[in-house]
Every structure is written in structure tokens, then in C-alpha cells.
């Protein structure tokens, strides 16, 4: 009779190191692999010799996503050719599911040895690991070979991935192969699919991932952990400046700030319908609002309805004739009598936002009706968009954000203030992922993570000291127009009282 392995009362994991201590190869066919649960194997197979019938062999056949999309590639011509640099950016994409898993919880000491130790057993070839393409395969199999003459290969097969919930924590099945008929017919079945035209080597990729993470066996000066920290976060704005492009209509007129404003509003307004251009006063919302519309019409052939307070009306007629705005401008005192007729506009700007800071106006419910019957995407300018409260913020962008839209982060100072997510969850009725969860928070930070996902704003010290130019006769700091006039930075000079 077979013994079982349920992770209950038998683990997985004792009886495959139990038998790899005796054994000088290992063939592992697993539908799920994760680096992590390497470690639970680790140290037997630093004891194999390392060449092609003294190692072990890991054949991974079930991914996520990116496999599937490769695997059409080779359906699509069963007998198809590819070159070099095909293959190397297939394997790369495959690769890329394993770099994910390092970013995926908190790094621990033993997790750092046992990736070390899994990168130089695949430099010493004491591991080669390959996937299996030709068709979805959740298999489960450990074969081991040792030097016995009444058994000399032993099966575990179930339904236990190389994870470490598979070989210890999980509830699984599995049972040991002990009958040399059985493991002869299970070693030509893995010999068949390794050997498979579709099955690739990814080996290289995987060693290459652990000595690029945090396990790497290298120290990091802080320097450049403080530049891939700084290339994370800008990663939206870069997007943005290779994205878009500045209208021509508009390119001299804008300066170099204003355009890096406008091609990051625009990655934000096409990603998430919405965006508030906060810059402080004097540095030209209105023409980076102008130029922001302008690349939608251009490129997503959008009309643009501006509604903004009665004073500024002939201003923006004056802006939508000057740079050829398709545009309607609309008082913002007539937006409850004329909305509710006027046709659809998929643009809408709403200057001086800050004025729709209570949801229960009804000036604010006309709008936010506008704009969620015609799915309308907004650009919102306010040089003040905090006021009072945090909620003034919520409020502006409660006009084109539902209720329980999944927003991606959650306020993780408030959450951690009351006791976590599960307090979270059994307090309030919503996701902590939606902006009536901000709502709740009186945290800056929370805040700040949540306005830097909708919010260009730049203050007047990043622009002096980024962007503007020093007159060499004076001293004094300015900012240079396409028309050559300069625009002098005030010098604050504190006075006695």
C-alpha cells in the first residue's frame, strides 16, 4: 500500500528530502513554482554533483497570463521557426512572472539565503528548469533516483505544487511510488515532455532575476536604491512625457514646465477619466488646460464644454478661438437650467473647482449628473483645492468617481491607526480601496498617495529651482518666454515691523 502525504499528518516535505539525502538526481514536474518555496528543498540538492545525470530537473507547466500569450504563438504554426532574439524575449516574458513573486511580501533572512542558494545551484547545473508550452499541464510528480538495487526510483505524485504551501502548509494528496514498473512508466512519461520541441529553458532568466532583487549576493549603496526608489514612483510621469505629444498650435506658447504639466495631466486623464491641475497662481492653468483639451480633440476627436464662474467666460471664448478649441463655455450659474438639455460633451473642464466643495449643492449634483450620464472625462483647475478639510479634495473628485470604484490603494495610515484591515472591514460596509474609505482618514499621507494619482500641481520653489534660469547681472531667477521676455522670480525680502 502506498503511504499518503497530506500535509496533516505526513508533509510532503520530509519525504522528499528524506529520500533526496539518498539520492544523486531528481526529475520535478510541478504545474506551479514558486522561488520561495525552493527553500524547503534547498539543501539536499547543494548535494548533487551537477552535470546532466546528477541534478535535478524542475519542468513547470501551468503559468498565468504571459504563457498563455506565448503558447497561442506556437499554436498558431505547429511547425513554426523562430530566431534567436524571438526565443530570448519569449523566455523573457516567461521569466517575468518569478520576478513579480520577489516583490510580493516582506523579505526574510531565510528567504534571502534560499534564493541565493537556487541561483548558484542553476550557475553550478545542479539545477535546470524548463517550461512546458505545447499544451496546459497542472501535473504534480517528483521522481528520485538513488543508488538502490530493489528500488532504485521512487514517485511522489498528487496534487502538491513546488510551493510552500504545497509541501507543508496546504492540505494536499499525495502518495509515494514505490512499485519500479509504476516509476519506469512515470520516468519515460517526464522524459517525453522534457524533451518536447515546445518546451524551453529558462534557467539562465531565473538565476539572472535573484541576482538583480534584493537577494542578490551584492551589497547596494544607498544611492541607488534612493534611484530605482525615484524610478518607481515617477513611473506614471515618465509614461505620460513619451505618451502624448504638445498640440502645434500650442508648442511655443507653452514653457518647458507647462508641457511636462501637460503630457503628465494627460496620462492621468486618460488612465483614470480625471485630473486636477493644481498649480499655484501665475503659472498658467488655464493655458495647460487649453493644450490638455486640445491633445484630446486631436488625438480622441473629443469636444470640450467649459463651465467656469461668469467673470472668466470671455477669457476662455478668448483662449477656445485663439488655439481652435472645438468648445462650448458655460457659466457656471446657468449649469442647472442648461445642462439638462445640452447635448453630449466627452471633455468637460471645470475651472476654479474649488468652488464645488459641497456634494449637496445643486450646482454640484447638475454637473455630476452631466458627467456621469455622458461617461465624460474632467479637467479640474484650482490653485486652492484645499480648503478646510480633506473632504473638499473627495468632493471634487466624487464628480467623476463613483462611490465603490476600485481605486488601487487603500489609507493605510488610518487602516494601520485603527488596528488593520480586518477592524477595516468589520466597521465600515465599503472597500477600503474606494474613496468613501479616504474619507475617513485625517492622515496627509493617505491623502497625498491618493491626489498624487489625479493631481499635477508643482509649487513655486520646484519651478525656481527646476526650471528657471539665473541673470548673470543681478543674480535673480527667471523663467524665459518663446517670445524672449523674462519673467523674474519676486524676491521675498522680510521687512522690520
Not at 450659474?333 to 473647482?353: M, N
Amino acid at each position: 500500500m502506498p503511504k499518503i502525504f497530506d500535509n496533516i499528518e505526513n508533509h510532503l516535505v520530509q519525504g522528499l528530502n528524506n529520500t533526496l539525502e539518498v539520492s544523486y538526481r531528481g526529475d520535478f514536474c510541478v504545474g506551479y513554482f514558486n522561488l520561495r518555496g525552493w527553500k524547503q528543498v534547498a539543501v539536499h540538492i547543494d548535494n548533487l554533483k551537477g552535470d546532466e545525470g546528477n541534478c535535478c530537473r524542475l519542468l513547470i507547466g501551468m503559468q498565468k497570463p504571459p504563457l498563455e500569450i506565448i503558447r497561442e504563438y506556437f499554436c498558431k504554426a505547429e511547425h513554426a521557426i523562430i530566431d534567436n532574439q524571438t526565443a530570448s524575449t519569449i523566455r523573457k516574458k516567461l521569466a517575468q512572472e518569478f520576478k513579480d513573486q520577489l516583490t510580493i511580501g516582506i523579505p526574510t533572512d531565510e528567504d534571502e539565503i534560499g534564493l541565493r542558494r537556487l541561483s548558484q545551484q542553476i550557475k553550478d547545473k545542479k539545477v535546470l528548469v524548463k517550461l512546458f508550452l505545447r499544451h496546459t499541464l497542472h501535473a504534480k510528480l517528483y521522481l528520485l533516483f538513488r543508488d538502490d538495487k530493489i528500488s532504485p526510483i521512487i514517485g511522489y505524485l498528487g496534487s502538491s505544487n513546488l510551493t510552500l504551501a504545497g509541501l507543508l502548509h496546504q492540505g494536499e494528496l499525495n502518495v509515494d511510488v514505490l512499485e519500479q514498473d509504476a516509476a519506469l512508466k512515470l520516468t519515460k512519461w517526464f522524459e517525453d515532455r522534457w524533451n518536447d520541441r515546445w518546451c524551453i529553458d529558462i534557467s539562465g532568466e531565473l538565476a539572472e532575476i535573484i541576482d538583480n532583487s534584493w537577494a542578490a549576493d551584492r551589497l547596494v549603496s544607498p544611492f541607488h536604491i534612493y534611484l530605482k526608489i525615484a524610478y518607481h514612483l515617477s513611473r506614471e510621469a515618465r509614461a505620460g512625457l513619451t505618451e502624448f505629444k504638445i498640440p502645434k498650435i500650442l508648442q511655443e506658447k507653452l514653457h518647458s514646465f507647462q508641457q511636462k504639466a501637460v503630457s503628465i495631466a494627460a496620462h492621468y486623464l486618460n488612465k483614470r477619466d480625471g485630473v486636477l491641475i493644481g498649480d499655484v497662481v501665475g503659472f498658467g492653468k488655464t493655458l495647460t488646460a487649453t493644450a490638455l483639451a486640445k491633445i484630446f480633440e486631436e488625438d480622441f476627436f473629443l469636444e470640450t464644454l467649459i463651465i467656469c464662474p461668469k467673470n472668466l467666460t470671455n477669457m476662455w471664448e478668448d483662449y477656445a478661438h485663439t488655439y481652435q478649441l472645438r468648445a462650448k463655455v458655460l457659466p457656471i450659474t446657468q449649469v442647472q437650467s442648461v445642462l439638462p438639455k445640452l447635448r453630449r460633451y466627452r471633455l468637460i473642464i471645470i475651472d476654479e473647482s474649488h468652488n464645488l466643495r459641497n456634494r449637496e449643492g445643486k450646482r454640484y449634483r447638475a454637473i455630476q449628473e452631466y458627467i456621469q450620464i455622458n461617461e465624460s472625462k474632467v479637467i479640474m483647475i484650482s490653485a486652492t483645492p484645499y480648503n478646510k478639510t480633506y473632504l473638499d479634495l473627495s468632493n471634487q473628485l466624487r464628480l467623476f468617481i463613483q462611490e465603490d470604484k476600485d481605486l488601487g490603494i487603500s489609507p493605510e495610515k488610518f487602516i494601520e491607526s485603527i488596528g488593520g484591515r480586518v477592524q477595516f472591514m468589520a466597521k465600515y460596509q465599503y472597500s477600503a480601496t474606494t474613496l468613501p474609505a479616504f474619507e475617513k482618514s485625517s492622515y496627509a499621507d493617505d491623502w497625498r498617495e491618493l491626489m498624487r494619482l489625479y493631481m499635477v500641481r508643482r509649487p513655486r520653489s520646484f519651478i525656481k529651482q527646476n526650471y528657471a534660469e539665473t541673470d548673470p547681472v543681478n543674480g535673480r531667477k527667471y523663467l524665459l518666454f518663446s517670445d524672449g521676455s523674462r519673467s523674474y522670480f519676486p524676491d521675498r525680502v522680510p521687512k522690520k515691523g
